[in-house]
Every structure is written in structure tokens, then in C-alpha cells.
């Protein structure tokens, strides 16, 4: 019984050790997985799912987003001077899941690729309308980060090359 514990101790030291090894490997050869962020950034899919901007020439006022929103991530805001309310969204809640932008029946709410804007407190992640409705950019593009695009690697499955 000691001897079995010992043979799967050291199999399980064996595995270890490969693993760590696997490690180093990928460090230093190339390509790297990881990119040098924010010297360079990966440009996303098509397709892909980031922040969501909102258009307020184009809302109605209808609600439906808020309704839709399986997080509660969106919420209507009466604000002053307007006979409409307007949608505001909290990145708190939000899972990016784009249903609100499925829903909008007047094409008020897009889907953008911006995926690193950072926030220092929890409330500057709840942008109410006026806030939904500017423009946020990418920090990394904003400070000229070269564009990366992912690629298959027969080698390594996948790896970044200049857009
Ligand atoms: S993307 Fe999804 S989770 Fe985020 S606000 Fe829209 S419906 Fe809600
Ligand atoms: S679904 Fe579109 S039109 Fe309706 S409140 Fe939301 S953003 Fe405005």
C-alpha cells in the first residue's frame, strides 16, 4: 500500500515537472501568446462582442433593452427636459451578451469592440445616458499601440502577427 502511494507520488511529481518545463518552452520560444499590451494591441474578430455604444438621435424611449437585459445591466432614465426616458448602462452587471442591441428596434444601440477600458472605482462602471452616449475609445489606441491580428500556427494553434 506505502509502495503504491509512493509510485503515484512520483507520477504526480513526474507531471509536474513536465508541465513546468511546457512552461519555460513557451516562454522563450517564439511566437508568444501574450502581446506586449499597451506597446500593441489584438485587434478583435468581427463579430466580436465589446462595450456597447448608444445613439440618442436614435432612441425612442421604448424600454425594451432595459427589459431584455438578462443582468439587469441597463436601466431608464428620466432626465430633465426630455419627454422620453433613456437607457444608461452599468459594465458592473453587463455580460456582453448584445441582446439589447438585438432588441433596439431603431438601430439606437451598437456593439463596438472596445474591451479595455479600465475604471478606478466601481461607480465610473454605471454611465448614465449622457455618459452611454460619448464615444469611448481604447486607451492603447488612444496612446498609438500597434494593431495585432490573431492567425492559426500550425505549431502553437494560434499567434499574433501585424494587422
Ligand atoms: S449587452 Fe446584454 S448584459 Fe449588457 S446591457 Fe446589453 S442586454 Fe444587458
Ligand atoms: S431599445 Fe433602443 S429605442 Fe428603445 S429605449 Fe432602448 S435604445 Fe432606446
Known amino acids: 500500500m506505502k509502495k503504491l502511494g509512493l509510485v503515484s507520488a512520483l507520477a504526480s511529481f513526474g507531471r509536474h515537472l513536465l508541465a513546468i518545463g511546457v512552461g519555460i518552452r513557451y516562454l522563450f520560444s517564439e511566437p508568444r501568446m501574450t502581446v506586449r499590451y499597451p ?15 448608444f445613439h440618442r438621435d436614435k432612441c425612442i424611449g421604448c424600454g425594451l433593452c432595459a427589459r431584455i437585459c438578462p ?15 433613456r437607457p444608461g448602462i452599468n459594465y458592473q452587471r453587463c455580460i456582453f451578451c448584445g441582446y439589447c442591441v438585438s432588441i433596439c428596434p431603431t438601430g439606437a ?9 479600465a475604471c478606478y472605482t466601481l461607480d465610473e462602471m454605471v454611465l448614465s445616458p449622457d455618459e452611454f452616449e460619448r464615444e469611448r475609445v481604447s486607451p ?15 505549431r502553437r494553434g494560434l499567434k499574433h502577427v501585424p494587422d
Open 39 to 53: 506597446e500593441y494591441y489584438i485587434v478583435p474578430e468581427e463579430g466580436y462582442r465589446g462595450e456597447v455604444r
Open 71 to 85: 443582468a439587469s445591466a441597463m436601466k431608464m432614465y428620466k432626465l430633465p427636459g426630455e419627454k422620453r426616458m
Open 109 to 117: 444601440l451598437e456593439l463596438t469592440q472596445v474591451n479595455d477600458v
Open 140 to 154: 492603447a489606441v488612444k496612446e498609438g499601440a500597434r494593431p495585432l491580428k490573431t492567425r492559426f500556427d500550425d
